[in-house]
């Protein structure tokens, strides 16, 4: 039996296919500020990482994992943020320093949820590590579309946070993990915009 024999037979249609399009056909961002309470309840963010870590993965390395900061565990995360960028940016003018340190702390306070989706590539594995963090980036992607399929708004970020070795620590990351995104989950407080999209003609070609 060829493969695409097999997939005909075991590959599940969705219910409702043409909503599923809508969604992907439709999904986009909610800029951080604009997230609120409420977020997802703790068996509906159990559903969402279930959905995320569902994503293809050569050699089923699961080349990823999740930290969640939700609720007061933010206000920590917040304050040490605050704290951490203004110890490592000590050569910064104090005043930029004092607005941005403020800045990358109240960044961790607009959304109830936040999840930070960890590449943890194995480099001895046969498998590149780049193919290891493409996986991961598809675990961002899944999240986001999961999000607004349950009716909240989400948004993936880096950044600072993302890249802080001061953040990575404190978060528990070791020395060979990085962070893919951190995606902000909550209700969305303004209507959704749209942005330019991609020409698809003018990115496609046949060959
Ligand atoms: C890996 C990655 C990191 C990103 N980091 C940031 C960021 O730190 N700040 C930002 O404003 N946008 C960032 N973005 C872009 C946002 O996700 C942006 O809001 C998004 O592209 C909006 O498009 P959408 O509506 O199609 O989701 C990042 C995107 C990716 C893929």
Not at 49 to 73: K, N, Q, S
Not at 76 to 89: H, V
Not at 136 to 150: D, K
Request: aromatic share 6%; glycine share 8%.
């Amino acid at each position: 039996m060829t493969q695409s024999q097999a997939a005909a037979i075991t590959v599940p249609k969705p219910q409702d296919g043409e909503a599923l399009l809508r969604l992907l056909e439709e999904r986009r961002s909610v800029g951080m500020t604009a997230l609120a309470e409420p977020g997802p309840d703790s068996s509906e963010l159990r559903r969402l990482l279930t959905i995320a870590a569902r994503v293809p993965d050569h050699g089923g390395l699961e080349p990823w994992r999740f930290v969640v900061i939700a609720g007061e565990a933010r206000k920590r995360a917040s304050e040490a943020a605050c704290r951490l960028y203004a110890d490592e940016n000590t050569a910064m003018d104090p005043e930029k320093r004092a607005k941005f340190s403020a800045i990358v702390g109240r960044s961790l306070t607009y959304a109830p949820a936040i999840v930070l989706v960890v590449s943890r590539s194995d480099t001895t594995a046969r498998i590149p590590a780049w193919e290891q963090e493409l996986s991961a980036g598809a675990v961002c992607m899944n999240l986001l579309h999961a999000a607004q399929a349950l009716g909240y708004g989400a948004t993936w970020l880096t950044g600072w946070v993302a890249y802080s070795p001061g953040m990575h620590a404190l978060f528990g990351l070791s020395e060979a993990e990085k962070i893919a995104g951190i995606v902000h989950i909550g209700t969305a407080r303004e209507a959704l915009g749209e942005r330019k999209r991609p020409d698809i003609d003018a990115i496609t070609t046949y060959w």
